[in-house]
């Protein structure tokens, strides 16, 4: 072996960091000078055959090697290589000259059978040796390693000894090594003694002048080292071994930035990138870019004050005796003058240009498993590129290509790949749009490669991965669950299986709360059939069986609760309700025109609210029943249109009345007006109510007020600001006494009895809204028309109508909050 990094009797050693645009330079240098025969690279030799792909026009890094376990595809492990990575120089360097390239690490089959999992590269640091250049940076007095290697080898300039930098920072490697506690894990002695093996073998076919090493600057002094080939050997003997399969996957800056989690990482993969890249004056181009950036987003930033930054980054960088302006001295140049001090848009800046967002490529020719090939093809035939930034997605599903991607992409959840994820729409809120948020990450190809246990494409193994998860689901709810997702999915080819399953699991299984969870997703899934096309009529009689099971055994369900345990069932009856709507909705609506295809609910269901709501009254009106249950009961009630006049203000009485324990009454107030239904606006407009909620706390003796003041401050909490200060306002005054001030004044808009005058000059626009057209006025104010908002607990609203009394308590199909809530009602 050689004593140095030149040619005299032994390898060229060329220790580099990795992911360093430096080394990145200095080896194509070495290259270039030293012209060997070979190039040994650090990594899995398994990677031999795929080094010529490295040539093909469509491979653009970052990119990373994928080995995974064939029988165990989540047992994985990553090399990541970028455009400045030395090795990927040397590949390129290697590939264009027609030189022989070969890796000489640790085999993969042996790195994935020594560990369960390695997510990380192979040069992770260890316990044993920590970070070699965090020890060097500390020797040379710098507190920030990054700094310094900054210093010392990225603003480096050319030299006339191309081989200098690389014999100095061997030498510092071996001096480190010499340390004391430094000496290594038992994972570096055994890739060493290979990387050995792998070195003497190309010396004896290419001679020892025309070998190059590119490695991890640590290993170095190893190489270096001279022991025998039987002392190697007897290293790495009945070493454990599995069967790998390697392959090109694309990879992120964002995962080379050491935050995500690579131990062999930078902190600024975009700051090394772009000295990669720069031709010239690197300070001046970053600050440009940096201002083109701000510009984008909305900021104020002109050339003077990139030209202001680069003085100030030069400055900078004189004043703390660099040898040029570095990523800290542009960071605090642009948060002075371009950002006006704050870090707000100069977090902006780290994400999007310090970090970044590319995304490599690899060529369709490289290995891959058939389930991936069929996404790829999906992903190229719906134009769904895979992207690193993160973006989203709206989706009519009543087009051809839209309903397709949603397809692709609920199968795909289903498989456990997590590419897309379903988000609020800030558009339209009905059953035929959707809206995803999208972004690609790395690890989802080995995703993909587990999911390739299941099938070849990714319909089949989607189907596969349905069928097996229903057989296996322990709760009645996970079955509901992936009914539904089948329904998104399109899967009918796993959708008996899993209503065979579920009508097994619904019959046998007794627990109301279970049921109450089940009921929500399988009623949602009714009415897919609208949009997708799907006979979802055993859906329909496994949901009314699931509601008249519920019905029978809720009451006893909600007798004896502790708090934890009455809030949940307060949640399921919500849900239950929301559910009900729902379906008695979809019972009484319009048969589908012939020769479509629609939700198909049995004519019993028709029936289901009114049974759903006597049950929901003896709840509110059960002396048994847990307070925050019966309050929320009379809260739908009433929202329902369901109450007498006067009868929701009886039961809020009896709630509060002097014979209540306080601890029952503060929870029947929060099952009332607490949560997002609206309570707040309710107190506000209701007076009647709110003067029972203040004659009834200002009753409570001073140690009971200490244990439900939680309680009520958990309910009022979550009120808006406005709604808080109005009702604030409401009790100084003292409720349904005296005036508002504004009111007193004389203040156009404020009195304490509705205008109706005012109030029918909104009529035409609220018939605008919703599409009533010209006899919108008659319709709303003749009709007694109320328009509810229908929410059915996912977060899909319609609009829902029903006969109203004029005074907004409408006893139509919707089952949400009326919309006299929000202020639209049309009244007689």
Known sequence: MSTGTGRAGGPLLLGVRHHGPGSARAVGAALDAAAPGVVLIEGPPEADDLVRLAADADMRPPVALLAHVVDEPGRSAFWPLAEFSPEWVAIQWAVRRGVPVRF??????????????????????????????????DAAGYDDPERWWEDVVEHRGAGADPFAPFEALGEAMGALRETPGSGGEERDLLREAYMRLQVRSALREFGAESVAVVCGAWHVPALRQRTTVAADRALLKGLPKVKVDMTWVPWTHRRLARRSGYGAGIDSPGWYGHLFGAPDRPVERWLTRVAGLLREEGRIVSSAHVIEAVRLAGTLAAMRGRPLAGLTETTDAVRAVMCEGSDVPLALVHDRLVVGD??????????????????????????????????????????????????????????????????????????????????????LSVRVAEAGVWGTTVAGAATARAEADAVGAEALADVTALAEQCLLAELPSALPVVMRVLADRAALDADVGHLAEALPALVRSLRYGDVRGTDTGALGEVALGLVERVCVGLPSACVGLDAEAAERMRGRVDAVHGAVGLLGSLAASAAPEPGTAGAEVPPAGAGVRSRWLGVVRGLAGGERVVGIVRGRCARLLMDDGALAEGEAARLMGLALSRGSEPGEAAAWVEGFVGGAAGGGMLLVHDERLLGLVDQWLTGVSAEAFVDVLPLLRRTFSAYEEGVRRTLGELVRRGPGRGTSPAAAAGVPGFALELDRERADAVLPVVGLLLELGGAADDRLKGGGVVYASADDGDGDTGWGGGRGDGRGNGSGSSRATAVRDNGLVGAA
């Open 358 to 443: 590319v995304l490599g490529e690899v060529p369709e020719s490289a290995p891959a498993v058939p389930l991936q090939r069929d996404l790829g093809r999906l992903q190229r035939k719906l134009r769904l590129k895979p992207e690193a930034l993160e973006r989203e997605v709206e989706l009519d599903l009543r087009k051809e290509t839209d309903a397709a991607r949603s397809r692709l992409l609920h199968r795909l959840r289903l498989l456990g790949v997590g590419w897309g994820e379903p988000v609020r729409s800030r558009g339209s809120t009905g059953t035929f749009r959707e809206t995803w948020r999208l972004r690609w990450e790395p690890e």
């Open 104 to 137: 000489m690490d640790l085999p993969a089959a042996h790195t994935l059978a020594h560990r369960k999992e390695e997510r990380g590269g192979p040069d992770e640091p260890g316990p044993g040796r920590g970070d070699p250049i965090g020890t060097l940076a």
